[in-house]
């Protein structure tokens, strides 16, 4: 199962970095290969070309020294540069893979699980920057202190 701990902005302008950055769990034990992520439109239509930055990325565990067991055995995966070129309302379909090397055929991507994230709206013009909430900016402030995850900083 992936989960999103960090929803991405509620609204953005077209062409501008999304801030918060897309962040999903998985429990260690589900040995995804990796996570991948696609614009949806209002219609649920996937539409290609016109999301960009770190479409696919895999998985890997808060390094905390002082982490508990429960923290361990999940795996965190940051998307932070997603951007969407065209304004609209869309949500972003977030797809956990696992490889099959067993199919005749040859190696194949399998989507083991996948969930949506909230609705984004995406304007031509700019837009206030939003604020995580309390939970999602102590997972922000961890993944960028002892990750190594590539979390950007609030835009000013």
Same mark, same amino acid.
Request: glycine share 6%; no cysteine.
């Given at each position: 199962? =992936? +989960? %999103? ?6 609204? =953005? ?8 950055? *897309? %962040?999903v769990s998985s429990d260690i034990g589900d040995a995804y290969d990796f996570v991948q992520v696609a614009l949806v439109d209002s219609y649920g239509r996937v539409l $290609? /070309?016109?999301? &960009?930055?770190? *479409?696919? +990325? #895999? ?8 982490? #508990? @067991?429960?923290? @361990?055995? +999940? $795996?965190?995966? %940051?998307?932070? /540069? ?8 869309? #949500?972003?379909? =977030? ?9 005749? /055929?040859? !190696?194949?991507? =399998? ?11 995406? &304007?031509?013009? #700019?837009? !206030?920057? $939003?604020?995580?909430?309390?939970? $999602?900016? +102590? ?14 900083? !609030?835009?000013?």
């Open positions: 199962m =992936v +989960t %999103v701990e960090v929803q991405p902005p509620t609204q =953005v302008q077209a062409g501008a970095i999304m801030y918060p950055p *897309l %962040v $290609e /070309d016109q999301l &960009y930055g770190t *479409l696919s +990325t #895999s998985g890997k565990p808060l390094d905390e020294r002082s982490a #508990s @067991r429960s923290t @361990r055995s +999940t $795996e965190y995966s %940051v998307f932070p /540069d997603l951007i969407v070129s065209y304004a609209g309302t869309y #949500s972003l379909q =977030v797809s956990a893979i696992r490889m099959d090397y067993s199919s005749p /055929d040859g !190696a194949m991507a =399998v989507i083991a699980a996948s969930t949506m994230t909230t609705q984004i709206i995406v &304007y031509d013009q #700019s837009v !206030a920057a $939003e604020i995580p909430s309390p939970d $999602e900016q +102590t997972l922000l402030r961890r993944l960028r202190r002892n990750g190594g995850f590539g979390i950007p900083r !609030a835009p000013r």
